[in-house]
Structures are given as structure tokens and as C-alpha cells.
């Protein structure tokens, strides 16, 4: 095999070897992996077994955002599952939620660990005015749409 031929192979292979390199971390997006699907899915199972039971009204101790439900000033509600990157690492965060209006709703907001951040914060007069704060986009309860980022700004 002459010299020139074993540049040309060398060249072929090394760009083999970079293309395929490409894809496997472009295929492996932190937004898209297998434990975030599987924990979204879950997090929706969870929230369409509780639709049904919701109350209405606020809990008796005030309490706006305890527990699956959070409740604005207006009586709006929306039901949620959320896990922070703290809880596990190879899920970052992750907010799914169905609101009083019918509409399902997600957000990479980063509520940190049994959503800590809003025990901080003021109650939101209004799903809408919650919706805005904490970066929830609309879905369509399955779609992996619920797996791509909707906060970019530093964490809280």
C-alpha cells in the first residue's frame, strides 16, 4: 500500500469516526432522554388518576402549593408532578401540570425538590399569572413536545 493511499484511508476514517461521534451526541440531548420520557409519562398517569377528585375550593389551612395541588387567589387550580436535577441527575428539571382550564401544561422551570421555590413566593392571583411566572407551556398531555426547555435563565 503506497503512502498516498494510507493518507486517503486515514482521512476516511477519521471522518467516519467524527460523523459518528456527531450523531451520538447530538442523538443524546439532556432534554430527551429515556428517564425524562419514562418520568413524564409517569407524571402524567399520576395527574389524570387525581383529575376527578379535585376540590375546588382552598384547603382549610390556606396552604396554596402543597402537595399535587396548587391553588391561586381565584380558586383556579392546577394539578402537578415536577422532580428537580437535585432528586435525579439524569432527569433535569421537569414541571407537568393540568389546569382548571382543561389545558395540560410543562415547564424546566427549576422548582428545586418538592417544588420548595413557591413556598417562597406569593401566591399567583390567577393560573395565567402562574402559567407566565414560571415559564409553563401548553401540550397535549403526551407528546414528548413536554421534554424541551422552556426556562433559560439562571436558576433561582
Request: hydrophobic fraction near 40%; charged fraction near 25%.
Amino acid at each position: 500500500m503506497t503512502i498516498r493511499r494510507m493518507i486517503v484511508l486515514s482521512i476516511v476514517l477519521l471522518a467516519i469516526i467524527a460523523t459518528g461521534m456527531t450523531f451520538m451526541l447530538s442523538s443524546g440531548s439532556k432534554w430527551t432522554t429515556r428517564e425524562r420520557k419514562e418520568w413524564k409519562d409517569t407524571a402524567i398517569t399520576t395527574i389524570e388518576a387525581q383529575i376527578s377528585a379535585v376540590p375546588s375550593t382552598m384547603p382549610a389551612d390556606g396552604a396554596w402549593a402543597t402537595g399535587d395541588r396548587l391553588m391561586m387567589k381565584n380558586d383556579e387550580w392546577i394539578l402537578c408532578q415536577s422532580i428537580s436535577i437535585k432528586q435525579n441527575p439524569l432527569i433535569d428539571d421537569l414541571f407537568i401540570g393540568y389546569g382548571s382550564d382543561g389545558d395540560w401544561y410543562f415547564s424546566t422551570f427549576p422548582f428545586d425538590v418538592n417544588r420548595s421555590v413557591l413556598q417562597k413566593d406569593a401566591r399567583p392571583e390567577s393560573l395565567r399569572e402562574f402559567v407566565q411566572r414560571y415559564a409553563l407551556r401548553p401540550f397535549d398531555g403526551r407528546s414528548d413536545m413536554a421534554l424541551q426547555p422552556t426556562w433559560t435563565a439562571a436558576r433561582p
